[in-house]
């Protein structure tokens, strides 16, 4: 069975923003590419895309505004991101609606955040850490993606979408 989560993608003018972070090469800093960028709403762990998309089928999702930032900031002790805001209610329904699908949902508090870089345990932490972000958008979209490894590193494909309500 495919590995999945439920996602929101950023516009392509927030990851236009995003890429004018500070991203230089540095042993021990694995920077996400812009295009695998992406909010996880709901992780699934291996699950069939059927299993969701029928826990899906009649969820009235409530709009959201995902705001960024305040500063890139540290998740755990090695993960870089860029908070984002606003996303809370979207991801409690979503947990409700799926709750018996995949992987347990976490039982902590939802923290949404895009992921820019992977840290090594020896590796100091690069000079994006405490960049000012600041930025909105209007999620349109939900979306079911599969997670798989390919020669080049994991590869995002969109199976499926549900539209939010403006």
Same mark, same amino acid.
């Given at each position: ?17 995003? /890429? ?6 540095? =042993? ?10 992406? @909010?996880?709403? =709901? ?12 826990? /899906? ?14 500063? @890139? ?6 993960? &870089? ?43 100091? /932490? ?17 979306? &079911? ?22």
């Amino acid at each position: 069975m495919p590995r999945l989560f439920l996602a929101v993608w950023p516009p392509e003018d927030t990851v236009s923003e995003l /890429m004018a972070l500070r991203r230089k090469d540095q =042993r021990g800093v694995r920077f996400v590419a812009p295009e695998r960028w992406h @909010v996880t709403v =709901r992780f699934f762990g291996e699950a069939h895309p059927d299993d969701v998309e029928e826990a /899906m089928a009649d969820v009235d999702l409530p709009p959201a505004v995902a705001t960024l930032g305040p500063a @890139v900031d540290v998740l755990g002790e090695r993960v &870089l991101a860029v908070p984002v805001n606003g996303l809370e209610a979207l991801a409690g329904v979503v947990v409700a609606a799926t709750r018996g699908v995949g992987d347990p949902p976490p039982r902590r508090a939802f923290h949404g955040h895009i992921t820019i870089a992977r840290i090594a345990r020896d590796a100091r /932490m690069p000079p994006t850490l405490g960049t000012r972000v600041d930025g909105t958008f209007c999620v349109e979209e939900l979306a &079911l993606v599969r997670s798989r490894r390919d020669p080049d590193g994991v590869r995002y494909d969109t199976v499926a979408t549900w539209p939010l309500p403006a």
